[in-house]
């Protein structure tokens, strides 16, 4: 790869860019996980948590990717045999079900067209064909990082509510934490997944799950084999400020840093700035001729837009171009996806010039890869950029 000079530009939909603040955070030297300061340290993160998942539950942090937190969303509430409501939106929903499946669950799993988030309707219909209550836990990913796509997750409560059906809720956040609306306790989430690695900020390792009165009580007497991620053992260890094996330390520095940064910014400003990069983007994404993966403008993500190259086009060779030539890295285009779409990821430590110099970045690429396009996708980004402070 030749020197293009100055910075990678890290524009997949996670890991995203970790902030100076937070790599300085990060290179403290370890500490004593059983000691004073540790404990002092696991308190604090586990209390400043519960302000970004809008949740005065109980908070459980793993050393783990994001799959083990859908593992432990699973195994801390559910019963070999049990039966799960899914949805297939795209790779991650596809990824999450098949966990499912492996640990024995009857997965009930709604097909879809990877362009559009759950249906609440179905939702609603689905669980009150379930008279016998035999679904025990309906599982959505938020922001689906594999199709742009949002899923409306208060809309769902509301369908479930209107079924009168008593199944678990449990929410994918990976990649809506920290960077859109979200709000477990009002919205009626039971088990919320979140990893570390997007818009938190911070590098790929922690794993997260939080969790309701409502779960919990379902974890004393579900049956389903676990230790790593039991979450009894967790909660009675974190008490005192401490973990039941060794905890990540230094992501959990970057983690106080990353909190302490979003509190400063303040959650609305955050919400704010993801919207202006995904409006933003997706203008771009027009003005070029190309299609916005997400068909219903109301689910549109603001994290990451995934672009649809036209037919007879590799997206994969576009992204490779654009890496080679601007040491740029865009998101590929998973399972189904693949070759079709590349995902512009604009999410976590991002501003407007990151994004403009990015989608500078995806129009040159269109030119050199020879893909079809109308030149002006980013002026139409930097005009609404500039129109909207
Ligand atoms: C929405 C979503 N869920 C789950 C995962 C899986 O997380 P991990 O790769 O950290 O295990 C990802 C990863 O990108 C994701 O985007």
């Known amino acids: 790869m030749p020197n293009t000079g100055g910075r990678h530009f890290l524009q997949i939909p996670g890991p995203t860019n970790v902030p100076d603040r937070i790599l300085r955070a990060l290179s403290q030297p370890t500490l004593d996980h059983r000691g004073p300061e540790f404990a002092r340290l ?37 019963s070999p045999g049990d039966k799960i409501l899914m949805f297939e939106t795209g790779h991650f929903a596809t990824l999450w079900r098949n966990v499912a499946v492996r640990f024995g669950l009857e997965v009930d799993f709604i097909l879809g067209d990877w362009r559009h988030g759950v249906d609440p309707a179905v939702v609603e219909t689905t669980l009150c064909e379930d008279k016998n209550h035999a679904i025990k836990a ?15 997750i208060a809309e769902v409560r509301k369908a479930m509510d209107r079924a009168g059906h008593p199944a678990l809720l449990m929410v994918d956040t990976v990649s809506s934490l920290g960077l859109t609306d979200y709000r ?3 919205w009626g989430v039971d088990v919320t997944v979140c990893g570390s690695q997007k818009g938190m900020m911070l590098p790929p390792g922690l794993g997260f799950n939080a969790v309701s009165e409502k779960a919990l009580k379902a974890s004393s007497s579900a049956r389903m084999p676990r ?23 230094n992501l959990l520095f970057g983690l106080r840093e990353a909190l302490q940064m979003i509190q400063e910014e303040g959650m609305d400003n955050v919400i704010a700035r993801h919207n202006r990069f995904g409006e933003a983007a997706r203008r771009a994404v027009r003005t070029w001729g190309l299609e916005v993966n997400c068909l219903n403008p109301q689910e549109c993500s603001n994290a990451v837009t995934a672009v649809r190259v036209p037919e007879g086009h590799d997206a994969d060779a576009l992204r490779k171009k654009i890496l080679e030539k601007f040491n740029l890295s865009l998101g590929n285009g998973l399972g189904k996806l693949q070759g079709k779409v590349f995902r512009i990821g604009h999410m976590g430590d991002f501003n407007d010039l990151m994004l403009a110099g990015t989608l500078s970045g995806v129009e040159m690429g269109l030119a050199l890869a020879g893909v079809p396009f109308k030149k002006g996708g980013v002026q139409s980004a930097i005009d609404y950029l500039a129109g909207n402070e």
């Open 138 to 152: 309906v599982a959505v990913v938020h922001n689906e990082t594999s199709t742009g796509v949002v899923s409306r």
């Open 42 to 78: 696991a308190r604090e993160v586990l209390e400043g948590l519960k302000l970004l998942f809008k949740t005065s539950g109980t908070i459980v942090i793993y050393p783990s990717s994001g799959t083990g937190a859908w593992e432990a969303a699973l195994v801390n509430t559910l």
């Open 184 to 186: 477990q306790d009002e």
């Open 227 to 249: 230790s790593y991620w039991d979450w009894q053992a967790m909660i009675t260890a974190n008490q005192t400020g401490f973990f039941p094996y060794t905890p990540s330390t």
